[in-house]
């Protein structure tokens, strides 16, 4: 089984934290709809799986009208082996959710209709300040009346939340969650703001208009959503997901076991399990090359040491964690052996445990996943293989 994920590279306007791939103009939408489905049509043969899950993100695919929709994934059933019922997710804003509902009944009747099964829905905030800071295209009433009618036409919802920002106190972030736990939404996706380079939040905390992030504040916000979550019955199966039994997301799934996946559109990233390629992130040339049957792609063959630090890197981010088994089968003895040494010094800090031959993050060392993983890379082994 494999998914395919298609970049729609359009927003209303910039979100300050944000560095996605993506333009405010919509001057090109048409012309991308075009390419994107000539993208999907020239690597048909590319993929030979069966196609399990297709996710709209972005950018906004909200931005997108239903036809355009219908289109793109009318070329899929058209040109690749779909199984029934795959999971279809759509990011989506509120503003455009709540914009469009009039549209013949509801906009939510009308995905449906054309196969959308699950939401992917950018709350950020239930507070009207910290969408202001975010520069968030929705308020905070929107946030909340897409929501109400969102649960009335799907089961299957995801929610995103930002914690960790300036002068957000814990009993702010813990009545966040208590709101989002209020429309009873299956499964919430909740990440740290983090400062990415050459956006406009690194620029205001550069200029002292905004506090810089504090991790120990993060830290604290990511205790009390494991704790609040747990306790509404949500699994933490990765580190920023957490759903209930039955509504993880089958798409990001896949992608933290290992599983084939067909990026398209600018900016998209593809994986065939040893080799990762990524679009041209330039709409205008990337609209331009497919138009003329020319994939602009690169393409990167990962060596054993690259396939067994990704391995580490998602594994351990899940409830599923690092395989020791796997680790000797699929790299080598070595591997395993250089695994579980490095791994003593964080067994013994009770950031890690081994329980049933698999390496998992204890409770502790949660929210230093990656941090941890990092320690447990491997660059020089490759050579004693060759």
Known sequence: MSGIYLHIPFCKQACHYCDFHFSTSLKKKSEMIDAIIRELQLRKNENKDTI?????????????????????????????????NPEITLEANPDDLISVKERSGTIFKDYRTIGINRLSIGIQSFFEEDLLLMNRAHNAKEAESCLIEATRYFDNISIDLIYGMPNMSNEKWISNIEKALSFNIPHISSYALTVEPKTALADFIKKGKIKPIDDEIASAHFSILVDKLTKADYICYEVSNFGKPDFFSKHNTSYWQGKRYLGIGPSAHSFDGQRRGWNIRNNAKYIKSIMEGVLPIEVEKLSIADQYNEYVMTGLRTIWGVSLPKIELDFGKEYRQYLVKEAQRHIVGQLLYIDNDTLLVTKKGKFLTDGIASDLFYVKLERKRN
């Open 52 to 84: 399990e899950t297709i996710y709209f993100g972005g950018g906004t695919p909200s931005v997108l009208e239903i036809g355009e929709l219908k289109a793109i994934l009318e070329t899929i059933y058209k040109n690749y082996k779909v199984i029934d």
